[in-house]
């Protein structure tokens, strides 16, 4: 689990919970331990350990926490928050959906607890969806334990395939609407680096998109002392392989950061303005956006004067 463990303050008792996770109570007091950054940790109560699990690329947990609810976490790393995944979410995959005309079929890179699949089939237009994610433990644990994803999970629309996203990507004869990266942050000499680089985008992604097709990535944290490596290298990498390159930002709370994302075509529809994304969202989505309005579109696209220099 690396640096991320369970602490109390209190002078402790301590309890083993399967899974690695070591914890200490005293009057049922559980907290939850995560190294953010050198010198900087976030610590939030934990009411008791629900799953752990493991996969030969990862550790996996569910944790029920007093803040956020339900929290899935992968190697000890926070990845979505029952309270807010809604607001990470709805950001990936909404602006690019509602910027195109007639999205119907799209393929997601990751995206293995299923909530960036359950957005996307909030779309009246969607014929087929495509996840394609390398873990298959990391599946079938949120399929199991996340119920809030069941329902898509089931759809005849998703197609769940387990393979390295960039190997599928490459061999699919198919072109998509719009292909949406859902993937963990490019690290030196991580498993998900090679989905960011140039050649990956000029290559593989731009290839694979049809004719105004939209391509969009989660770019990392993008707060005011995090967002000098990740955010700004996707976005000037996209700048190099499409005409057409957005980044946008918002705070999530569980990720205790402003978090971003970049979206990026070789058609200027993706420009909307509110009134047109609050109609294309009353004529085209199922299901009511907890986050996501036209009002709110135009807002995460405003960036403070640090992330408009980067």
């Given at each position: 689990m690396g640096e991320a463990h369970v602490i109390c303050e209190d002078p402790p008792k301590e309890e083993n919970y399967d899974g690695g996770y070591n914890s200490r109570s005293r009057k049922n007091s559980l907290w939850y331990e995560e190294e953010i950054d050198e010198g900087l940790k976030w610590t939030y109560s934990v009411s008791r350990v629900l799953h752990t699990g493991a996969s030969q690329f990862q550790d996996i947990a569910l944790l029920e926490t007093q803040p956020f609810g339900k929290v899935l976490l992968l190697d000890g790393k926070m990845q979505s928050a029952e309270a807010d995944e809604f607001v990470y979410h709805?950001?990936?995959?909404?602006p690019a959906l509602l910027s195109h005309p007639n999205p119907q079929t799209v393929f997601i890179m990751g995206g293995g607890e299923g909530s960036t699949a359950r957005e996307v089939l909030k779309h009246k237009t969607i014929a087929k969806v495509v996840m394609c994610d390398i873990?298959?433990?990391?599946?079938d644990f949120c399929q199991m334990h996340l119920s809030v994803n069941r329902d898509t999970f089931q759809s005849k629309k998703l197609d769940v395939i387990i393979r390295d996203a960039r190997l599928e990507l490459e061999d699919c004869v198919e072109k998509f609407d719009i292909v949406i990266g859902d993937l963990a942050d490019p690290m030196e000499g991580g498993p998900c680096n090679q989905l960011y680089t140039k050649a990956f985008y000029q290559n593989i992604v731009k290839s694979k998109l049809k004719n105004g097709g939209i391509f969009v990535t989660q770019a990392g944290p993008a707060g005011i002392l995090s967002?000098?490596?990740v955010f700004p290298s996707i976005y000037h990498t996209l700048k190099q392989v499409f005409r057409y390159v957005i980044p946008y930002t918002t705070h999530i709370p569980s990720y205790s950061d402003v978090w971003g994302w970049v979206m990026a075509s070789n058609t200027d529809y993706i420009y909307q303005n509110a009134s047109d994304i609050d109609s294309i969202i009353k004529s085209r989505i199922n299901a009511s956006l907890k986050?996501?309005?036209g009002e709110t579109y135009s807002g995460i696209l405003k960036l403070n004067k640090q992330q408009r220099q980067m």
């Open positions: 709805e950001a990936l995959v909404h873990d298959k433990e990391v599946v967002n000098l490596d986050f996501m309005d």
